[in-house]
Every structure is written in structure tokens, then in C-alpha cells.
């Protein structure tokens, strides 16, 4: 055996991370690691990782207890991790990126430029990436970079690779090729883990599974003595038909109308209306200009031309300020980064769209931005330890719950819901779905863009599907993912007789 993981526990404070981690994984296997955000996936990668130390159990590699203190010691023995966030330097070369920390010097310190491009040319060819040694990073797509990640774990002779969601932001076509590359590495007899929360592509790349939930290991067999439906009942702990279930409601008033919309370069002609009680889903392959929708409407890009009315009022929205104070919410697609100030506690995130409706004589009352917390962490069901803790110390599906709850304390009620469970697992997922429910019934009117078509065809009413920053279809919520992608990648009539 490669690696094994026996009743691993960790806490932070008082909270239990893991309470029983168990994991084995074997040479030239891949092995899927599955579970809610919140399971303990991610802390029991960092413990094999050498991130962080582990409470309690046993961790052998190659059949010898070792205990990882640093990143360094667990690259030394073989052990490597491919980050979901890319942890390159943007403004360097994919060679010197490879070799960082690592260069071969000459005796006054002089970096051996060229060995080192040959070095990287080398592994690039071996593995037939589509990569070149002299590229800057900050210049590739989030594949490139993955591919990146992947060469440095292999030119350092890693026996066992850690993969964090490597697909969660790749085209079909990019994840094709990261499925190739997996396979690769398993054919050279290395180990795999593969963690994702992207069930449909769990036939593609792996061999066996581990289901953790609520910080213990709760299944391990082969992938194919699995169906999906039992692999999401482990998971979540119920019976997959009674995950999510939505009854379709009648519209009620126009909340908002876009006419004739246009960025130049980005959006044509969009015009589109929601209504109160209302969830109209957005399809359209990665680069049909959804996000750029997205952030016309709440006032980060500027238009061009066209109107926007609200509740029957045309609005001027020159800023998310504006757009904020007409009612609208923007759920963006990097939470991390745009959505939520990861450094502060959950209580000031989930306040901080409507301090003044926790502040008296301009001062803020704590008592009562606790209590306004306290109410949608219940809400919400957000798994957190106090209001207090940091957002960044959340899972990805709870960070994407404080991210609504900020809206929820606002009182906006039109939602841009722009990849709102991107990263976050199924059970997650159902939460977000209930909201967003929960939400319409309440009479909001919600925009949900979305990659994963099954998704929109259980939660959305109707499809609008966008193309090369038009919309080329508007479909009804029973429709097929086929139909969506005839009209995703249809061609207009002058394309055609080019």
C-alpha cells in the first residue's frame, strides 16, 4: 500500500474537523475522495499534504508512520497537491514557476536559465502537454495553469498526487485533457487521489472510492459497485429522491426588464425580463458572456446602450452602489475573491450590504449585528462554530451561504445568482436550491447562471441560453440539455454562409 490513513481526528478550537479519517490508496490507482463541503476532505488532504498535523491516528507511507510538519517534508517523501486555486507566480515563466525553490545555480548564485528551460521543454514534450517552457504564467487559461501545477508535481518525482477539484472552472474540452493526464499518471503506477463534486465525470478518471461525511469515513469500495443515487446517499445520509424536490410557482409582477442591452465586445442586443416568484435559468458555454451579464446589470461594467427598468421604472446603474439601492444582488462566481472579505468575521460579512440597518446614531450595535447573524446562520443552516469566526476558515458551500445571507439581511429582491454551486458538493447544492426556493416564494426574482444544465433543468422555470454575448433561445424549464445545446452552439446565419 502506498498510503494509509487510519482514524485520523483534527479540531480547530472546538470544532471537530475530522473525527475518523481513514483512507488507503494504492500505487497506480486513482482514488475518488467525495463528501459535502464541511466532510473533512480538505483537511484530510492538508494533513497528507504536510499543511497541517493531525490530533490523532496513523498515517504510513509506503508501510512506515511518518508525521508531516511542513509542505517541504511531504515533497520530500513523494507527496505533491494540485491546489484548485493556483498557487503559481503570475509574473514568471511556466520553467522558472517549475523550478521555484529549487534552481539550479552556479557557485556565485547565477540562476542555469537555459538547463532549466531545457528541463521543463523536456517534461512538457514527454508528456505531450500544450505548453512552453517560455510562456508566463499570468498569460495562461486556468487549464494552463493546472497543467503547470501537474509538471511540477511530477518533475519533482512525486509518487502520490493530490488533485482539489482540478475541473471546477475548465471547459469540457480542458477537462478532457486533465482526464488524459490523470490516466497517464496511473499508468506510470503513481497514486491518485481525485477530489471533485462533479459526479458525472466520476466514470472518467477513477478506480475507487472513499465517502466521508461529517468528518468520518463513511464508505469505501470499487467506483463500479456504485450507482450516482447510493454515491449521493452516503454522501448526504438520505435517500437521493428526497434531496431536492421544487414545485414550479406562477409568476407574479415584472421585477426587472432589460431591452436591447450592448457592451461593445462582450454584450449584443439583450433583452430579457424576470418576474417576482420567478427563477429563470442562463445557459451558454464558458465565454457566451453570462458573467459579463452579470456585472453590466449590478453596475461593475458599463454599457453601451439600452434600459433597464425595475419594477416598471426605468433605472441608471452606473455602479454596484446604484445597482444595490434599486434592489438587485450579485452572487458572484469567485465568492472568495469578490463575494465575501475572508478575513472578517461571518457576522460583519452578512452585514456588511446594510450596516446602516445595524447601526445607531452611526455607530455600529454589536448586540444586534450578532443577533441579525445568528438568525440566517440558523437560516441558512450555515455550519459555523459563532458568528465570530472568520469566513475564510468556512467551507466552500458555507462561504457561498454567507455570501446570500448578506443579500437576505439587505432585503434585495431581484438575485443575480452568476455560478452560485461551483465548487460546492450535492448536499450544499440542495441548500443553495432551497434558498434560492425560498427566495421566490418570498416574491424575489432570481437570474441563475449556470454550467451544469442538469441543474437548470430541476431548478429554473424557464432557460434563456446566451452565445457569443447574445441570447439565442428562451426555453421552458421542461425542455432537454439537448435542445439547450442546439441553441448554445448554434451558428447565426452569416456564420453559416462564411
Known amino acids: 500500500m502506498l498510503l494509509e490513513l487510519n482514524h485520523i481526528e483534527k479540531r480547530y478550537g472546538g470544532v471537530t474537523a475530522l473525527s475518523d479519517g481513514c483512507l488507503a490508496v494504492q500505487p497506480g490507482e486513482v482514488h475518488l475522495l467525495l463528501g459535502e463541503n464541511g466532510a473533512g476532505k480538505s483537511t484530510l488532504m492538508k494533513i497528507i499534504a504536510g499543511i497541517v498535523e493531525r490530533d490523532a491516528g496513523q498515517m504510513l507511507w509506503q508501510g512506515r508512520e511518518v508525521h508531516l510538519k511542513t509542505p517541504a517534508e511531504a515533497a520530500a517523501i513523494g507527496i505533491s497537491m494540485v491546489h484548485q486555486e493556483s498557487l503559481l507566480a503570475p509574473h514568471m515563466t511556466v520553467a522558472e514557476n517549475l523550478f521555484l525553490g529549487r534552481e539550479d545555480r552556479l557557485p556565485f548564485g547565477w540562476v542555469k536559465r537555459r538547463r532549466m528551460i531545457e528541463a521543463a521543454s523536456r517534461l512538457i514534450a514527454d508528456h505531450q502537454f500544450p505548453l512552453r517552457a517560455e510562456w508566463r504564467v499570468e498569460k495562461l487559461t486556468p487549464a494552463g495553469k493546472q497543467l503547470v501545477e501537474i509538471c511540477r508535481a511530477i518533475l519533482h518525482g512525486s509518487s502520490l498526487v493530490i488533485f482539489d477539484e482540478p475541473t471546477s472552472s475548465l471547459s469540457g474540452s480542458e477537462a478532457a485533457e486533465v482526464f488524459r493526464i490523470?490516466?497517464?499518471?496511473?499508468?506510470?503506477?503513481?497514486?491518485?487521489?481525485?477530489?471533485?463534486?462533479?459526479?458525472?465525470?466520476?466514470?472518467?478518471?477513477?478506480?475507487?472510492?472513499?465517502?466521508?461525511?461529517?468528518?468520518?469515513?463513511?464508505?469505501?469500495?470499487?467506483?463500479?459497485?456504485?450507482?450516482?443515487?447510493?454515491?449521493?446517499?452516503?454522501?448526504?445520509?438520505?435517500?437521493?429522491?428526497?434531496?431536492?424536490?421544487?414545485?414550479?410557482?406562477?409568476?407574479?409582477?415584472?421585477?426587472?426588464?432589460?431591452?436591447?442591452?450592448?457592451?461593445?465586445?462582450?454584450?449584443?442586443?439583450?433583452?430579457?425580463?424576470?418576474?417576482?416568484?420567478?427563477?429563470?435559468?442562463?445557459?451558454?458555454?464558458?465565454?457566451?458572456?453570462?458573467?459579463?451579464?452579470?456585472?453590466?446589470?449590478?453596475?461593475?461594467?458599463?454599457?453601451?446602450?439600452?434600459?433597464?427598468?425595475?419594477?416598471?421604472?426605468?433605472?441608471?446603474?452606473?455602479?454596484?452602489?446604484?445597482?444595490?439601492?434599486?434592489?438587485?444582488?450579485?452572487?458572484?462566481?469567485?465568492?472568495?475573491?469578490?463575494?465575501?472579505?475572508?478575513?472578517?468575521?461571518?457576522?460583519?460579512?452578512?452585514?456588511?450590504?446594510?450596516?446602516?440597518?445595524?447601526?445607531?446614531?452611526?455607530?455600529?450595535?454589536?448586540?444586534?449585528?450578532?443577533?441579525?447573524?445568528?438568525?440566517?446562520?440558523?437560516?441558512?443552516?450555515?455550519?459555523?462554530?459563532?458568528?465570530?469566526?472568520?469566513?475564510?476558515?468556512?467551507?466552500?458551500?458555507?462561504?457561498?451561504?454567507?455570501?446570500?445571507?448578506?443579500?437576505?439581511?439587505?432585503?434585495?429582491?431581484?438575485?443575480?445568482?452568476?455560478?452560485?454551486?461551483?465548487?460546492?458538493?450535492?448536499?450544499?447544492?440542495?441548500?443553495?436550491?432551497?434558498?434560492?426556493?425560498?427566495l421566490a416564494r418570498s416574491g424575489a426574482a432570481i437570474l441563475m447562471v449556470s454550467s451544469e444544465m442538469a441543474e437548470l433543468l430541476q431548478v429554473a422555470d424557464r432557460i434563456l441560453v446566451m452565445r457569443e454575448g447574445r441570447i439565442t433561445g428562451e426555453l421552458p424549464g421542461s425542455t432537454t440539455q439537448e435542445e439547450i445545446m442546439r441553441h448554445a452552439a448554434l451558428e447565426t446565419a452569416a456564420e453559416e454562409l462564411r
Open 182 to 438: 490523470v490516466k497517464t499518471l496511473r499508468d506510470r503506477n503513481m497514486g491518485v487521489i481525485y477530489i471533485t463534486h462533479r459526479l458525472d465525470e466520476l466514470q472518467a478518471v477513477g478506480d475507487r472510492v472513499t465517502i466521508l461525511r461529517d468528518g468520518k469515513t463513511v464508505h469505501t469500495s470499487q467506483l463500479a459497485e456504485l450507482t450516482t443515487d447510493r454515491i449521493i446517499q452516503h454522501m448526504v445520509g438520505r435517500e437521493v429522491s428526497t434531496i431536492y424536490q421544487r414545485d414550479s410557482l406562477p409568476p407574479g409582477d415584472e421585477l426587472l426588464r432589460v431591452e436591447h442591452v450592448t457592451r461593445q465586445g462582450q454584450l449584443s442586443d439583450i433583452s430579457f425580463s424576470l418576474r417576482a416568484g420567478e427563477i429563470v435559468g442562463m445557459a451558454g458555454l464558458i465565454g457566451a458572456g453570462r458573467t459579463e451579464l452579470c456585472r453590466a446589470l449590478f453596475g461593475v461594467d458599463q454599457v453601451d446602450s439600452g434600459k433597464v427598468f425595475v419594477r416598471g421604472r426605468e433605472v441608471r446603474i452606473g455602479s454596484p452602489q446604484e445597482a444595490v439601492k434599486a434592489g438587485l444582488a450579485l452572487v458572484t462566481e469567485d465568492r472568495q475573491i469578490t463575494g465575501l472579505a475572508l478575513r472578517l468575521p461571518i457576522a460583519h460579512n452578512i452585514t456588511l450590504a446594510n450596516v446602516a440597518g445595524i447601526s445607531r446614531f452611526g455607530f455600529i450595535d454589536g448586540d444586534a449585528q450578532n443577533s441579525a447573524a445568528v438568525d440566517l446562520i440558523a437560516r441558512l443552516r450555515i455550519r459555523a462554530g459563532s458568528p465570530r469566526q472568520l469566513c475564510g476558515r468556512l467551507s466552500g458551500g458555507n462561504q457561498q451561504k454567507v455570501v446570500i445571507a448578506k443579500w437576505l439581511f439587505r432585503q434585495a429582491q431581484i438575485f443575480l445568482f452568476d455560478e452560485p454551486t461551483r465548487g460546492i458538493d450535492v448536499g450544499a447544492k440542495v441548500e443553495v436550491f432551497n434558498v434560492m426556493h425560498e
